[in-house]
């Protein structure tokens, strides 16, 4: 069951300067609420993609810890349920969620390519031959349904075998922002969805037990960044490369579970050349307005910030940082489509 992981958030970065308080969060909560959450624009945020976790571990994850809904109300007109139904119901609710998980289970397990190909991708992880026991033990379960799914020569991508986990996934999502109360006016009212009313809750106590740093002009807010990674790195600039790596991963370790400096650059400079700038979101320099007025270098922050992404080249428009073949190719090689994307606005 779900019991060792819930709805938690935690203050990974607090800083002020000239009254604008910029705060940096660590949260998890449930995968299906990641589309109510990604509505508030005034904050940057950043998730693991089910495009990069390997079906194995998202497998793992759902099976061992899988997210059920903290309540469920009874069915009703309109948009929220203001009676949970009765204990019976409940657990029978709790039973038909689980038993719909045992079936995503199946399916992605069947469309990666089954127990030969989870085993191929691990590298023989025992993890994920716990995984491949557990399976069978479902197979067992539901014989009906696992002949329902044809076999694979090889298998289909993660970007499609993770999708039909998602209902039933935990997501950890780094966020940062100045302005905060109209997501907490809004998402921890009694009308909004339960689980995000909960996560807006924690973000508040977190966020209020916290003691943001007072920061001088031209230091930085980088999420991520320790003592023992100052001690190595003085130049301001990379330390904010390797905070931007960090927040893309949403980890200070690498994929490996190992803290690499050389790694966290490497990858700060791949997803910039990749056109992925939202991790350069989260870390920023103080502004003063005295020296400059080019206020859209804050971003999203407000005017007492520059946002490390507004310094990168070209942050705005991917399509200046790659050649007209490329994307052509990208456009299935329609030239008329090419021409005209590029002869749009900025």
Same mark, same amino acid.
């Given at each position: 069951?779900?019991?060792?992981?819930?709805?938690?958030?935690?203050?990974?970065?607090?800083?002020?300067?000239?009254? /604008?308080?910029?705060?940096?969060?660590?949260?998890?909560?449930?995968?299906?609420?990641?589309?109510?959450?990604?509505?508030?624009?005034?904050?940057?945020?950043?998730?693991?993609?089910?495009?990069?976790?390997?079906?194995?571990?998202?497998?793992?994850?759902?099976?061992?810890?899988?997210?059920?809904?903290?309540?469920?109300?009874?069915?009703?007109?309109?948009?929220?349920?203001?009676?949970?139904?009765?204990?019976?119901?409940?657990?029978?609710?709790?039973?038909?969620?689980?038993?719909?998980?045992?079936?995503?289970?199946?399916?992605?397990?069947?469309?990666?390519?089954?127990?030969?190909?989870?085993?191929?991708?691990?590298?023989?992880?025992?993890?994920?031959?716990?995984?491949?026991?557990?399976?069978?033990?479902?197979?067992?379960?539901?014989?009906?349904?696992?002949?329902?799914?044809?076999?694979?020569?090889?298998?289909?991508?993660?970007?499609?075998?993770?999708?039909?986990?998602?209902?039933?996934?935990?997501?950890?999502?780094?966020?940062?922002?100045?302005?905060?109360?109209?997501?907490?006016?809004?998402?921890?009212?009694?009308?909004?969805?339960?689980?995000?009313?909960?996560?807006?809750?924690?973000?508040?106590?977190?966020?209020?037990?916290?003691?943001?740093?007072?920061?001088?002009?031209?230091?930085?807010?980088?999420?991520?960044?320790?003592?023992?990674?100052?001690?190595?790195?003085?130049?301001?600039?990379?330390?904010?490369?390797?905070?931007?790596?960090?927040?893309?991963?949403? /980890?200070?370790?690498?994929?490996?579970?190992?803290?690499?400096?050389?790694?966290?650059? /490497?990858?700060?400079?791949?997803?910039?050349?990749?056109?992925?700038?939202?991790?350069?979101?989260?870390?920023?320099?103080?502004?003063?307005?005295?020296?400059?007025?080019?206020?859209?270098? /804050?971003?999203?922050?407000?005017?007492?910030?520059?946002?490390?992404?507004?310094?990168?080249?070209?942050?705005?428009?991917?399509?200046?940082?790659?050649?007209?073949?490329?994307?052509?190719?990208?456009?299935?090689?329609?030239?008329?489509?090419?021409?005209?994307?590029?002869?749009?606005?900025?």
């Amino acid at each position: 069951m779900s019991e060792r992981v819930g709805i938690s958030a935690k203050v990974i970065a607090d800083s002020v300067y000239d009254g /604008s308080r910029l705060t940096t969060f660590e949260a998890t909560f449930p995968r299906f609420i990641l589309a109510e959450f990604n509505t508030h624009r005034v904050i940057s945020r950043n998730s693991a993609s089910s495009r990069a976790i390997p079906v194995w571990k998202r497998l793992s994850e759902v099976i061992r810890y899988p997210f059920i809904p903290l309540q469920f109300g009874k069915n009703k007109a309109g948009m929220q349920s203001a009676e949970s139904v009765g204990v019976d119901d409940e657990d029978a609710a709790k039973r038909n969620w689980l038993v719909g998980r045992d079936a995503a289970v199946l399916q992605a397990f069947a469309l990666v390519g089954g127990e030969e190909q989870v085993m191929k991708d691990s590298k023989g992880n025992p993890n994920a031959s716990a995984v491949c026991l557990q399976i069978r033990e479902l197979k067992t379960r539901y014989p009906n349904l696992s002949a329902n799914f044809s076999r694979l020569s090889d298998g289909v991508h993660k970007q499609h075998a993770n999708r039909v986990l998602e209902p039933y996934a935990w997501h950890t999502v780094i966020m940062t922002a100045t302005h905060w109360r109209n997501f907490y006016a809004l998402r921890a009212s009694p009308m909004a969805q339960p689980e995000i009313q909960v996560l807006a809750i924690a973000m508040a106590q977190a966020h209020a037990a916290s003691a943001p740093i007072e920061l001088a002009h031209d230091e930085w807010h980088l999420p991520y960044i320790f003592d023992e990674d100052r001690k190595e790195v003085s130049d301001p600039e990379s330390l904010a490369r390797i905070s931007s790596a960090r927040c893309g991963r949403v /980890s200070y370790l690498t994929h490996d579970g190992k803290r690499s400096l050389d790694a966290d650059l /490497s990858m700060a400079d791949s997803l910039q050349s990749n056109g992925h700038t939202s991790p350069f979101e989260h870390p920023a320099t103080t502004h003063n307005p005295a020296k400059t007025s080019v206020n859209y270098l /804050s971003g999203n922050f407000g005017d007492a910030w520059v946002q490390y992404r507004k310094l990168l080249l070209n942050e705005h428009d991917f399509s200046k940082l790659i050649t007209s073949e490329y994307l052509l190719e990208g456009m299935k090689g329609d030239e008329s489509l090419s021409d005209f994307v590029l002869g749009l606005s900025q």
